[in-house]
């Protein structure tokens, strides 16, 4: 069952209609919080389409992204119980175990990497408000994750063209990881000393 490719092109549909903004600002909302497709599918090739606008677009994201954690974060505060069952057919417990055990070890680091990785950043955004994290570094790190990545790629794609584009998308799951992995090296490293 390809629903992740539908919804892709789905997505890369809306990326080019008059309302894109909308559409954009939306999705980078939804998937904060419960959607399953990042918003880069959108900003990508908007940023490419309009350079001028690049970085407009990313603060748009940026901001809808945020919000939409938060809404994710009052989810885990709130109504954990009534979501817990579809983070299970939805394939995200194990996601949702493993960042409890982050945000024991990590916290404000676990809300970052999941902000700028691609590791399902709605995971992350429900387990800070099951484990109540302190709201101001959840925002904090929320911005910061969530605002690098995003303005990153609609740098990359106002600066680079469609050859970028291609480009990030074959490795994007390796930077992310990546990234991620040199991250918690880091925090271990930090830690450790």
């Known amino acids: 069952m390809k629903i992740f490719s539908s919804l892709y092109r789905r997505a890369m549909i809306w990326a080019r209609h008059p ?4 559409y954009l600002a939306a999705l980078g909302f939804a998937e904060a919080s419960f959607f399953p497709v990042p918003p880069d ?4 090739p908007m940023s490419l389409g309009q350079p001028k606008k690049a970085w407009r677009f990313a603060l748009l994201t940026t901001l809808a992204s945020v919000v939409g954690g938060v809404f994710g ?16 057919q939805a394939g995200y417990y194990e996601q949702y175990l493993m960042a409890r055990q ?11 990497l999941a ?21 101001l570094p959840f925002m904090l790190a929320s911005f910061i994750g969530r605002g690098t990545r995003f303005f990153l790629v609609a740098g990359l794609m106002a600066w680079g063209g469609a050859a970028m584009e291609e480009r990030l998308h074959r ?5 992310g990881w990546t990234l991620v992995v040199l991250a918690v090296v880091g925090i271990l490293f930090y830690r450790g000393g």
């Open 102 to 112: 982050w945000f024991d070890r990590w916290g404000f680091w676990a809300v970052f």
């Open 41 to 44: 599918v959108m900003l990508a």
């Open 171 to 175: 490795y994007m799951d390796w930077i």
């Open 115 to 135: 902000g700028f990785s691609p590791i399902p950043y709605k995971v992350f955004t429900i387990t800070a408000g099951v484990t109540a994290m302190s709201f």
């Open 73 to 88: 974060y009052l989810i885990g505060w709130f109504a954990f119980d009534l979501v817990s069952g579809w983070l299970q």
């Open 19 to 22: 309302k894109a903004p909308w």
